[in-house]
């Protein structure tokens, strides 16, 4: 899968192996929001990618 590096600043294709899934929940003054991503681990950095609640519920990744 391809994430965006933001040290280099150029695209990264990641392995399969090395995702992970995670749902974000905060409180706003109006309820809540949630956030989906997934995460990976990329030459010692981490990186995030941001997506759609279908694409989240789609991934095979496991929940980090």
Request: net charge positive; proline share 2%; aromatic share 10%.
């Amino acid at each position: 899968m391809q994430f965006y590096d933001l040290k280099t600043r150029s695209h990264v294709d990641v392995p399969e192996g090395n995702i992970r899934k995670m749902k974000m929940v905060r409180k706003t003054k109006s309820g809540s929001q949630t956030r989906y991503a997934l995460t990976a681990d990329y030459q010692g950095r981490k990186l995030y990618k941001f997506v759609s609640e279908a694409n989240y519920k789609s991934s095979n990744a496991r929940e980090a």
